[in-house]
């Protein structure tokens, strides 16, 4: 059937300004990491699109590396755009990455200028687009000079070929630095993108403040813990699930029974706020204003109704924030 946009689709979705940019992102973007690779139907992979396009959802995250195989993730999401979002092209915010092993040999893997200018051409092509929005590196390379990583990234922009440059999973002192010699090659840093979650917390030490006194937005991803912070493991685990797939990123073995009494102890309390504890979660990230958006992954149409659903509710009392802080000392 043909794609209509849903009308209604801005009134759904609050959009917070990126930084000290121009650019204003939703609060909840999709992450395309899982879902669809070629794994995955087609035909799933279009309805979470067009349903997340149609709550206001404008930022479509996606990496070099998505998949399985690696790859696929763009080249399903290009053809779906090319069948479905066309119309819509100057209102969507796609983003693509590269920093992580993507073909054989030395030049397609980390940061150097050779197999990042490559790899984006390559993400082009499978996207069947001229430009992204945002281009990554995924991840601070030990060995490449700092300075020849971000010139290429500079190099990109003055091509055309991305209008924004993010840094991904980079440490404080090493995004400072970054940030700094992409200003200096006038090219400022739009956004970071770290793990951050009520279980994964390292951005509070000094990351987030970096970014505040730069002017760089953030996007928190695996804000639900790849699931964990909602209700699916309450009462094992599912079948359809993340932790049932084989996954190296989320197994059973972490489901353990100290983190499930953590989980039930703030499913409680989003219960009394009268959220699902996956809304809970995500308005805990955006509590805080230096969070741009929350990239979350989605698996049902559901899902993305439970993330967009938070919205009617973001405000934590005080009490509530020294019983979440109690509850997740608990968990340590
Ligand atoms: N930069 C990086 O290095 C990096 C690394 C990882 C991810 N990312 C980005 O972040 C995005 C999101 O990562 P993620 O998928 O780990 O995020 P997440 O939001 O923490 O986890 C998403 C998973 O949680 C489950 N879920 C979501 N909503 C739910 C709900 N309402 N009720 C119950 N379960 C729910 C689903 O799993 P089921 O399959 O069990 O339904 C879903 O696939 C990725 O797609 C990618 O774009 C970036």
Known sequence: MVYLADAARY????YHR????GLKLPAISLGLWHNFGDSTLLENSRQLLRHAFDLGITHFDLANNYGPPPGSAESNFGRILQEDFLPWRDELIISTKAGYTMWDGPYGDWGSRKYLIASLDQSLRRMGVEY?????????DPETPLRETMRALDHIVRQGKA??????????????????????LGTPCLIHQPKYSMFERWVEAELLEVLQEKGVGSIAFSP???GQLTDRYLHGIPPDSRA????RFLNPDQLTEEKLVTV???NALAERRGQKLSQMALAWVLRNDRVTSVLIGASKISQLDDAVGMLANRHFSTAECNE???ILRGAK
Not at 18 to 21: A, E, L, N, P, V
Not at 244 to 247: F, I, L, R, V, Y
């Open 18 to 21: 990126c930084g000290d940019s």
């Open 11 to 14: 009134e759904k979705m609050t």
């Open 324 to 326: 979440i802080e109690t």
């Open 244 to 247: 049932a797939s084989g996954s």
């Open 264 to 266: 039930r102890a703030l």
């Open 132 to 140: 992204v929005d945002i281009f990554y590196h995924h991840r601070p």
């Open 163 to 184: 209008l924004y440059i993010g840094l991904s999973n980079y440490p404080a002192a090493a995004a400072r630095e970054a940030i700094d010699i992409l200003n200096d």
């Open 224 to 226: 639900l813990a790849g």
